[in-house]
Protein backbone atom coordinates (compact mmCIF):
# COMPACT_ATOMS: atom_id res chain seq x y z
CA UNK A 1 0.00 0.00 0.00
CA UNK A 2 1.35 3.29 -0.99
CA UNK A 3 -0.13 7.02 -1.87
CA UNK A 4 1.67 9.67 -3.43
CA UNK A 5 0.48 12.90 -2.59
CA UNK A 6 1.45 15.93 -4.76
CA UNK A 7 1.39 18.69 -2.76
CA UNK A 8 3.15 22.45 -2.90
CA UNK A 9 6.03 24.45 -1.74
CA UNK A 10 2.91 26.70 -0.53
CA UNK A 11 3.04 24.71 2.71
CA UNK A 12 5.86 27.03 3.59
CA UNK A 13 4.43 30.15 3.68
CA UNK A 14 6.90 33.56 3.32
CA UNK A 15 10.53 32.23 4.00
CA UNK A 16 12.87 34.76 2.32
CA UNK A 17 15.37 31.95 1.44
CA UNK A 18 15.35 28.45 -0.31
CA UNK A 19 12.99 25.81 1.19
CA UNK A 20 13.35 22.34 2.55
CA UNK A 21 11.19 19.58 4.07
CA UNK A 22 13.10 20.36 7.49
CA UNK A 23 12.15 23.60 8.22
CA UNK A 24 8.67 24.32 10.02
CA UNK A 25 5.35 24.77 7.76
CA UNK A 26 3.84 28.56 8.14
CA UNK A 27 1.37 28.41 5.13
CA UNK A 28 0.11 32.23 4.48
CA UNK A 29 -2.93 31.35 1.86
CA UNK A 30 -5.60 29.40 1.79
CA UNK A 31 -4.03 26.60 -0.41
CA UNK A 32 -1.40 26.36 0.90
CA UNK A 33 -3.11 26.11 4.11
CA UNK A 34 -5.33 23.17 3.06
CA UNK A 35 -2.18 21.61 1.54
CA UNK A 36 -0.75 21.46 4.89
CA UNK A 37 -3.69 19.87 6.56
CA UNK A 38 -4.17 17.49 4.17
CA UNK A 39 -0.61 16.57 4.72
CA UNK A 40 -0.80 16.07 7.93
CA UNK A 41 -4.49 14.24 7.96
CA UNK A 42 -2.47 12.03 5.73
CA UNK A 43 0.67 11.69 7.84
CA UNK A 44 -1.64 10.77 10.86
CA UNK A 45 -3.87 8.22 9.64
CA UNK A 46 -2.78 6.25 6.93
CA UNK A 47 -0.96 2.66 7.52
CA UNK A 48 1.02 2.51 4.19
CA UNK A 49 4.46 3.69 2.66
CA UNK A 50 3.54 7.39 1.93
CA UNK A 51 5.70 10.11 -0.50
CA UNK A 52 4.59 13.71 -0.22
CA UNK A 53 5.93 15.28 -3.12
CA UNK A 54 5.89 19.44 -2.63
CA UNK A 55 5.74 20.96 -6.19
CA UNK A 56 7.59 24.48 -7.09
CA UNK A 57 5.88 26.45 -10.22
CA UNK A 58 5.11 23.41 -12.66
CA UNK A 59 4.57 25.02 -16.32
CA UNK A 60 4.51 23.47 -19.68
CA UNK A 61 3.25 23.87 -22.72
CA UNK A 62 -0.76 24.10 -22.94
CA UNK A 63 -1.36 25.84 -19.53
CA UNK A 64 -4.26 28.23 -19.29
CA UNK A 65 -4.82 30.92 -16.78
CA UNK A 66 -4.49 31.70 -14.09
CA UNK A 67 -1.25 29.87 -13.96
CA UNK A 68 1.66 32.03 -13.72
CA UNK A 69 3.26 31.93 -17.44
CA UNK A 70 0.37 31.82 -18.92
CA UNK A 71 -0.73 35.15 -16.89
CA UNK A 72 2.80 36.93 -17.72
CA UNK A 73 2.28 36.26 -21.34
CA UNK A 74 -1.58 37.68 -20.83
CA UNK A 75 0.28 40.87 -19.18
CA UNK A 76 3.00 41.57 -21.72
CA UNK A 77 0.78 40.75 -24.90
CA UNK A 78 -1.61 43.92 -23.36
CA UNK A 79 0.90 45.93 -22.29
CA UNK A 80 -0.29 45.69 -18.83
CA UNK A 81 2.24 46.30 -15.86
CA UNK A 82 3.86 43.50 -14.35
CA UNK A 83 4.37 43.91 -10.17
CA UNK A 84 8.31 43.12 -8.85
CA UNK A 85 10.15 43.88 -6.02
CA UNK A 86 12.57 46.40 -6.22
CA UNK A 87 15.12 43.81 -6.62
CA UNK A 88 12.88 41.99 -9.44
CA UNK A 89 11.89 39.29 -7.04
CA UNK A 90 9.85 37.25 -5.96
CA UNK A 91 12.46 34.29 -7.23
CA UNK A 92 10.48 31.54 -8.22
CA UNK A 93 11.83 27.54 -8.72
CA UNK A 94 10.24 26.44 -11.93
CA UNK A 95 9.69 23.07 -12.70
CA UNK A 96 9.00 21.33 -16.57
CA UNK A 97 5.63 18.89 -16.06
CA UNK A 98 7.84 16.56 -18.41
CA UNK A 99 10.53 16.71 -15.58
CA UNK A 100 8.34 16.63 -13.14
CA UNK A 101 6.49 13.71 -14.71
CA UNK A 102 9.69 11.58 -15.25
CA UNK A 103 10.40 12.43 -11.39
CA UNK A 104 7.74 11.16 -10.41
CA UNK A 105 7.72 8.16 -12.21
CA UNK A 106 11.60 7.18 -11.13
CA UNK A 107 11.59 8.35 -7.49
CA UNK A 108 8.32 7.71 -6.23
CA UNK A 109 6.12 5.57 -8.20
CA UNK A 110 9.13 2.77 -8.86
CA UNK A 111 11.86 3.57 -6.20
CA UNK A 112 10.32 4.93 -2.85
CA UNK A 113 8.48 2.59 -0.37
CA UNK A 114 8.77 4.03 2.71
CA UNK A 115 7.10 7.39 4.23
CA UNK A 116 8.92 10.26 3.24
CA UNK A 117 8.19 14.71 2.63
CA UNK A 118 10.50 15.54 -0.41
CA UNK A 119 10.79 18.87 -2.47
CA UNK A 120 10.72 18.40 -5.84
CA UNK A 121 12.51 21.54 -7.30
CA UNK A 122 14.88 21.72 -9.97
CA UNK A 123 18.19 23.98 -9.92
CA UNK A 124 16.27 26.36 -12.25
CA UNK A 125 15.44 29.59 -10.35
CA UNK A 126 14.41 33.10 -11.70
CA UNK A 127 13.27 36.67 -10.60
CA UNK A 128 9.52 37.40 -12.42
CA UNK A 129 11.54 40.43 -13.77
CA UNK A 130 14.15 37.44 -15.52
CA UNK A 131 11.25 35.27 -16.34
CA UNK A 132 8.97 38.13 -18.23
CA UNK A 133 11.59 39.83 -19.86
CA UNK A 134 13.16 36.31 -21.32
CA UNK A 135 8.84 35.79 -21.98
CA UNK A 136 8.99 39.46 -23.78
CA UNK A 137 11.67 38.10 -25.84
CA UNK A 138 9.71 35.14 -27.42
CA UNK A 139 7.04 37.51 -27.86
CA UNK A 140 8.93 40.32 -29.72
CA UNK A 141 8.02 42.86 -26.99
CA UNK A 142 9.28 44.07 -24.29
CA UNK A 143 7.49 43.85 -20.74
CA UNK A 144 6.35 46.75 -18.18
CA UNK A 145 7.16 46.85 -14.47
CA UNK A 146 5.74 48.55 -11.62
CA UNK A 147 7.49 48.41 -8.68
CA UNK A 148 5.77 47.03 -5.20
CA UNK A 149 6.49 49.26 -2.22
CA UNK A 150 6.88 45.96 -0.12
CA UNK A 151 9.17 42.71 -1.11
CA UNK A 152 7.08 39.83 -1.66
CA UNK A 153 8.83 36.63 -0.49
CA UNK A 154 10.23 34.23 -2.52
CA UNK A 155 9.43 30.75 -3.67
CA UNK A 156 12.58 28.55 -4.07
CA UNK A 157 13.41 25.31 -2.90
CA UNK A 158 16.92 23.58 -2.60
CA UNK A 159 17.09 21.60 -5.82
CA UNK A 160 16.09 18.15 -5.61
CA UNK A 161 19.22 16.14 -6.55
CA UNK A 162 18.81 14.71 -10.33
CA UNK A 163 19.13 15.62 -14.11
CA UNK A 164 16.27 18.41 -15.20
CA UNK A 165 16.47 18.72 -18.83
CA UNK A 166 13.76 20.95 -20.05
CA UNK A 167 13.31 22.94 -16.64
CA UNK A 168 14.17 26.55 -17.49
CA UNK A 169 13.39 26.38 -20.79
CA UNK A 170 10.36 28.03 -22.40
CA UNK A 171 10.30 26.80 -26.23
CA UNK A 172 7.83 24.25 -26.12
CA UNK A 173 5.40 27.08 -24.25
CA UNK A 174 5.35 29.46 -27.52
CA UNK A 175 5.39 26.40 -29.61
CA UNK A 176 2.04 25.02 -28.30
CA UNK A 177 0.95 28.38 -28.63
Not at 27 to 53: D, Q, R, T
Request: hydrophobic share 35%; glycine share 6%.
Amino acid sequence: KKIIFLSSGAVYGDYPYDTHPGIECKPSSMYGLSKSNAENSLLSSWGGALNIVRLYFTYGPHQKKPRLIPNLIDRIQKKEPILINNDGGPRITLNHVDDVSQHLINTFIVNNHETIIQNLASPFNISIKDLATQLATYIGTKPIFKFNNINEPNHTSLPFPDIWPKSGYLEDIFHAI
